[in-house]
């Protein structure tokens, strides 16, 4: 795998227009040029005086000449806080007129057609969102090598390095699936899709990840986490039929929750980032979307994945590469040096329940927009149930890698992680047969083996 680079990444913006922008100021203008006073009999006193009429004006134009300072200022300052690098794109695809000729080439729609291939009775047809992901490629793989026919939809933006989600694509690839490179906010192109595939699940898994990353670039939280989920939502309850929606959400969703282990019927309703706040909106649009339109929906919670192939951002993996080049790793603690500890949840034992949402899901009940009875509306922790702390994590990389590890202990800072996650998973054991094996000795036995890795330069 390659380094991942210091730029940062081109995600997707949805900005105010100028049009929004200048608003203010044109409506200043028009409120001090009206000529209709609130007090009746004050405007001919104002307009006789010369002085005042004079004075006034200057007041108007030292005004907008203050907002307008202050209107740029907060523009230079929001795109310092963005990042010199970050790429600034709209996908607001209009209309029809505008869909690239490669999707109208048969080749194009030869692959989509194939990718979908169902291989054994009964099988799926299922769009894989965030397919060049690290558990959209694994889900991915599963679905095709049991016989159902799966394509992905995927952006490869660069929140990591898109090096590593390309060398998915081409496993994927290998093993006869299509991803298609397209952002979920682009409604023609998912309309396109669903009129030539008649898809019985949607497995959503595209999303911006990662809870410190918010605090740079919370727009693309905002660009994939909701506004994409009510893009996707909105072709899926047009769609005839409707498909069935999985979907991803976060145990980020418990926030500060206290109560362990936790519960599908714990709160959720203390975010303590503003990724757990885009998931945590996200499983309210599901339910309107449930409610109204008749979609079958399942959400999952998953609890801090790990394995071959995953993402670099995360601390088993980044204190991997620094173990094996010797730099030192960063471990937080909580107050009073208390460790922090994740249920870290083997990738194949995510995959099986995935897999087991999509088959124990049952039909939407609307057609083309109108819901025609109640349907099914689940939420499933999908966790370990047994936290480790994280030196301990480090000191079982440390015995894999056959390295010791430079450990540099620091106060957590305030940046939405939480002290701890610990997954009750009773209703998907009940519900799914969803049964985790894996503890993490075994697991990251499995991750230090993986083709990706490679020390940090
Ligand atoms: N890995 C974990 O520990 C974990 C824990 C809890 C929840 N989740 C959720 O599980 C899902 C999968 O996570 P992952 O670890 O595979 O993350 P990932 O970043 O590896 O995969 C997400 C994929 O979605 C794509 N994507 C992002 N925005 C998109 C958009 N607007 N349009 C199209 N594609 C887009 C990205 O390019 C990426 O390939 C996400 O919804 C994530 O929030 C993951």
């Known amino acids: 795998m390659k380094k991942s680079s210091n730029s940062l990444p081109a995600d997707m913006y949805l900005f105010d227009s100028p049009k929004t922008l200048q608003n203010p100021l044109l409506q200043h203008r028009e409120v001090r040029s009206d000529s209709h006073p609130s007090t009746p009999g004050k405007a001919k006193m104002e307009r006789n005086n010369h002085f005042g009429d004079v004075q006034s004006r200057s007041y108007n134009f030292f005004f907008v000449l203050c907002v307008s300072l202050f209107i740029l200022m907060a523009g230079a300052y929001m795109l310092r806080s963005e990042g010199p690098s970050v790429e600034k794109k709209f996908i607001v695809r209009e209309s029809e007129s505008s869909i690239p000729d490669i999707w109208r080439s048969q080749a194009w729609q030869k692959s989509v057609r194939e990718s979908c291939h169902v291989k054994r009775e009964d099988g799926l047809v299922v769009l894989v969102t965030g397919a060049a992901g690290f558990v959209g490629s694994h889900v991915s793989l599963a679905l095709k090598k049991r016989g159902d026919g799966v394509v992905g939809l995927d952006n490869f933006n660069n929140y990591y390095d898109p090096q590593l989600k390309r060398d998915r694509q081409k496993l994927l690839d290998r093993h006869g699936i299509f991803i298609i490179e397209g952002d979920i906010n682009d409604a023609v192109l998912l309309k396109e899709l669903f009129d030539m595939i008649p898809f019985t699940h949607v497995m959503h898994l595209a999303a911006q990840a990662g809870v410190r990353y918010a605090l740079q ?23 005839n039929p409707q498909p069935a929606f999985v979907w991803a959400s976060s145990s980020s ?9 936790f519960a599908e019927s714990d709160r959720t ?9 885009t998931k945590k909106a996200g499983e309210e649009f599901v339910h309107t979307y449930n409610h109204i339109y008749g979609l ?3 959400g999952l919670r998953f609890f801090t994945v790990y394995g071959p192939f995953g993402r670099p951002d995360m601390a088993y ?5 620094n173990i094996l080049s010797g730099k030192p790793v ?8 208390v460790d922090l500890a994740r249920d870290f949840t083997f990738i194949d034992d995510i995959v099986k329940g995935c ?18 009875g109640p349907a099914q509306l689940r939420t499933f922790n ?7 702390t994280v030196p301990t994590l480090v000191n079982i990389l440390e015995k894999h890698l056959k390295v010791k590890a430079q450990k540099n202990f620091v106060k957590m800072p305030r940046n939405g992680d939480v002290p701890f996650t610990h997954a009750n998973v009773t209703l998907a054991r009940t519900e799914l047969g969803y049964n985790p094996t894996t503890d993490l000795n075994t697991g990251l036995k499995k991750f230090v083996k993986c083709p990706t890795l490679e020390p940090s330069a």
């Open 382 to 388: 999908l966790g370990n149930t047994s936290p480790v």
């Open 253 to 261: 969703v418990y926030g500060l929750n206290t109560k362990v282990p």
């Open 217 to 239: 670039n919370p727009h693309s939280y905002v660009h994939s986490n909701i506004a994409g989920l009510v893009t996707l939502l909105e072709q899926c309850r047009r769609a």
């Open 355 to 372: 897999v087991a949402a999509l088959d124990t899901s049952e039909k939407s009940t609307g057609t083309g927009g109108k819901k025609r």
């Open 296 to 298: 079958s929906i399942t």
């Open 269 to 277: 309703d203390q975010p303590a980032s503003l990724y757990a706040a």
């Open 330 to 337: 960063t471990i937080y603690q909580g107050p009073n040096k």
């Open 317 to 321: 993996f980044s204190f991997t590469q």
